[in-house]
């Protein structure tokens, strides 16, 4: 430590990576939200059924509930980027990265090539291909981004507003092979050794992404495209010991607290400072990134940006040549930035205890004025930090799930199979989670292929009873309801009652559905150190999705909810139209399934208590899929005799979705049966 350094920065250091630990920035939570967000990629690309990747701070775990970053989301297209034409290989699409002396640093030109031969495309400008200056006909991004659905556009990226955090996803190239612009990276001299040979090689073998955003001040920069090496930032990120992923995440939330308020958002980005971060580990000896230095390695990164902002110059650091300060610095925000810099400096770390972001510095008060000890303290919030990885994980199960019921083809379930038994990585556990999801679904249809006939065949039922067993074992609900599901369609009461009270036993408060409250289960999900196969079989309960090709094997009150589209104007002018999939909630269904099963055995008094269940549910727990909880609700009513309470319920949900319901047909129902009435009464 330098000797000018105030005697109490490793007092506080020491006090302050405690308090940094106890909000959830603790090497373990750290690399569970990483292990989810890599699980998270696995199933990623099978709903979108291409490469795609995590990247940013969420996907780093840099971030917390106070810096509230959002997930960015990078679709590979089927672009065959190269640089050499060794690499040519037939394809739809093909291109040549290009650039000239007017391309400034960091970007390129993808120049078009013929797909069934390696020339390149000259004087062709049509709605995929622009002219540049040299008449080379050159891919073009303007409208790249309009075939993501969104809720918003923000530049090249599709910006969606979830539950959890907010989305932005961008189609991009992927270049396989090393940029050019970026090869002196690979053999500058490295005083410390940091990144070491290893890492570079591994990085180098990543390549990078083209990204359809031009320089801002290129007179072409509708036909160029960023060079972005995401992953070698993104594994660089993942080598970051301890204290440098606490100095980062500090140096945001500075720059969060202290330097966004007065010069705006875009001044000073996560990335400047990823970039600082970088710089300063590669030309400083490990030895200094110690618990007890944070405050002084806190202020060399604050020196090094005031260093680039006086000059004006941040060098990107793959490519240096690339100045990303460039359209960032206009006229005084230079001297602002390097003003407010300077003066945290001067505070000599008393700032800190102003830092709002997660209350970190009243924590730190805190902190200061009680003994230091061994002991990790953590904050009875630290799983907010943790739960934005969870749930982005378990929503992307269920958005998985619902897409291959509805797509039910052949290819994508291949697909699925050979992305399982090909991953040896113990960490891509969401290919067991998922194989269970389809084990389930094509033992329910199976069986309900073999209900269909006249004498069901017993082997075929015994394979199907033996793929929803094991598929039962997927999460705490959904495979035993279809299992469930499966012995009622046979009549078999009392094993099925067996299976309902086995759900009912585990469904607990702690039970995490889509009307789930998080915080319950978070600190179990922590403390156990649960992998995700078991954090979903324990506490997980996903939907439950019903195809038309499992039709045998649900209850009847659910098929109308198949063809409610039965009539409309949008079937009839889709020649491949499907019927729908049915989605229901686990809770309900486990309710509704209850009620059919004492029916049909006569047990008022527990068919009492699940319709009592299914209308609190609806009342109280906000179903998802609303409609179809109102009309379940309607035919157990219609089953005990309350005609008019069923009418009531279905046309109340007619009122939530006039369109595609299908409470149409029991509500005609209702009405013959009342007309029927009438007219016997006269």
Known sequence: MA????????????????VLDSVG???DIRWKRINMWIQSEEGMCLLYNQTGHCFGSQAEATTTPGLNSDIDIVLCQDIGAIQDFQNWAPRETNVLVVSDENTPPGYVKLQGIYKDQPLLVYNLSNDIYLLDRYGRSVLSHDNSYCTLEADAYHGPAARTYGTHLTQD?????????????????????????????????????????????GHKLSQEKHMEWRVSISYGEKL????????????????KMINKCFIKPVVGEDALSSYHLKTCMFYLIENTPAVIWQHDNLLLLIDMCLRLLCIWIEGKICPNYFIPEENMFQCKMYD????????????LLRQEGRYLVWISCDNIGEMLVMACETPLTERELRSENVANVFIISAMYLIECMIKCAELYVRRNYLSFESQVRSRIFVCQNPRREVNTIFWKFVCSYNGSKLASESLSEEIPDQRTLYMAQELLLWGSSLDVASGKLKLAAFYIAQSNLKITEDVLNEIHENYSYKILDQNGTY?????????????????TSRYIAFPVHYHPSETNCIPKALIPEMFRFIGSDEVDSDEHYVPDIVSIDPKLYLYFLEFL?????????????ALGN??????????????TALNILAYCLLQEGSLEKAYNILCKSMQLKNQHNAAKLPIAVIIKVALNVIHGGQ
Request: hydrophobic content about 40%; glycine content about 2%; aromatic content about 12%.
């Open 3 to 18: 000797s000018n350094t105030p005697e109490y920065y490793k007092e506080v250091s020491l006090r302050l990576n405690k």
């Open 25 to 27: 920035l603790a090497e």
């Open 169 to 213: 996803e961008v189609l991009a190239v992927k270049l396989y092979a090393w940029p050019d612009q970026a090869s002196n990276w690979l053999t500058r001299k490295r005083r410390y050794n940091w990144p070491s040979q290893e890492t570079i090689g591994l990085i180098q073998q990543t390549g990078a992404l083209l990204v359809p955003v």
């Open 236 to 251: 660089l990120m993942w080598l970051f010991n301890a204290i440098q992923y606490k100095c980062y995440i500090l140096l």
């Open 332 to 343: 005084h925000m230079p001297g602002q930035l390097h003003n407010i810099i300077s003066n």
């Open 519 to 535: 915080e319950y289960i978070l600190e179990s999900i922590l403390s156990e150190n649960l992998s995700t196969t078991q954090l």
């Open 597 to 609: 099963c004492y029916h049909w055995q006569n047990k008022s008094l527990h068919k009492k208590v």
């Open 614 to 627: 299914i209308i609190y549910f609806i009342r109280h727990e906000k179903p998802n899929f609303e409609d």
